[in-house]
């Protein structure tokens, strides 16, 4: 099992950065895929953005060219970098880790363990 803690979240006016980070214990991190996910009030729970094992990066278009996602598996540790941020971008942002599919895995289904949440509020 993979425990998961996410941090970094905050209130932000439109255009803002910030970055929210996903520390990992339990087993081996570097054998997880990761992915953010992120759920607004009343909507479903939507794809952000996926690191593969191997450092591969795939991006939701709405976020794609303003979100950066990164690991650091020697501090077992995922980042999402989020620039230029708007208020749609307001919501609930999860980290989860895949152990066992590769490529671009969008639904969270896929997901085998979650973090708690972390709230990001966009401002305009």
């Known amino acids: 099992q993979v425990q998961l803690v996410e941090s970094g979240g905050g209130l932000v006016q439109a255009g803002g950065s910030l970055r929210l980070s996903c520390a990992a214990s339990g087993r081996t991190f570097s054998n997880y895929a990761m992915g953010w996910f992120r759920q607004a009030p009343g909507k479903e729970r939507e794809f952000v953005s996926r690191?593969?094992?191997?450092?591969?990066?795939y991006y939701a278009d709405s976020v794609k060219g303003r979100f950066t996602i990164s690991r650091d598996n020697a501090k077992r540790t995922v980042y999402l970098q989020m620039n230029s941020l708007k208020p749609e971008d307001t919501a609930i942002y999860y980290c989860?880790?895949?152990?066992?599919?590769?490529?671009?895995?969008?639904?969270?289904?896929?997901?085998?363990?979650w973090g708690q949440g972390t709230q990001v509020t966009v401002s305009s």
């Open positions: 989860a880790a895949d152990e066992t599919r590769v490529g671009r895995v969008v639904y969270a289904g896929a997901y085998e363990y």
């Open positions: 690191i593969s094992r191997s450092g591969s990066t």
